[in-house]
């Protein structure tokens, strides 16, 4: 298990950009594939982004798919959310996750059901 500490939403105005990082620690961070998801407020939560242990294997969720990029930095023990673009409809809880389990796809990591291991969640709000 790996325990995981979010930061940087806060609040920002239509069209604008933020980066939300997570940093683990607990294990070897380089071994867990790393996600992100969110929750507004009455919703079930919705998966964001995705990313293996290696860096160049990437999903991310047609709703965000050209404005939000996931990226790592194993030797940092962290994973990053850049989110450009933002609209009121990105409002939501954001949380990062993650698993050691290892899926043929990348597919298959787009479900809350693999991950382990979760973060306490960062508020992004975004004014229009």
């Known amino acids: 298990q790996v325990q995981l500490v979010e930061s940087g939403g806060g609040l920002v105005q239509a069209g604008g950009s933020l980066r939300l990082s997570c940093a683990a620690s607990?294990?070897?961070?380089?071994?867990?594939?790393m996600g992100w998801f969110r929750q507004a407020p009455g919703k079930e939560r919705e998966f964001v982004a995705a990313?293996?242990?290696?860096?160049?294997?990437?999903y991310v969720a047609d709703s965000v798919k050209g404005r939000f990029t996931i990226s790592r930095d194993n030797a940092k023990k962290t994973a990053y959310l850049q989110m450009s673009s933002l609209a009121p409809e990105d409002t939501a809880v954001y949380y990062c996750?993650?698993?050691?389990?290892?899926?043929?796809?990348?597919?298959?990591?787009?479900?809350?059901?693999?991950?382990?291991?979760w973060g306490q969640g960062t508020q992004v709000t975004v004014s229009s």
């Open positions: 990313i293996r242990w290696n860096i160049g294997s990437t």
């Open positions: 996750a993650a698993t050691e389990k290892v899926y043929s796809s990348d597919y298959y990591y787009s479900s809350d059901l693999p991950y382990d291991s």
């Open positions: 607990g294990r070897t961070f380089s071994s867990y594939a």
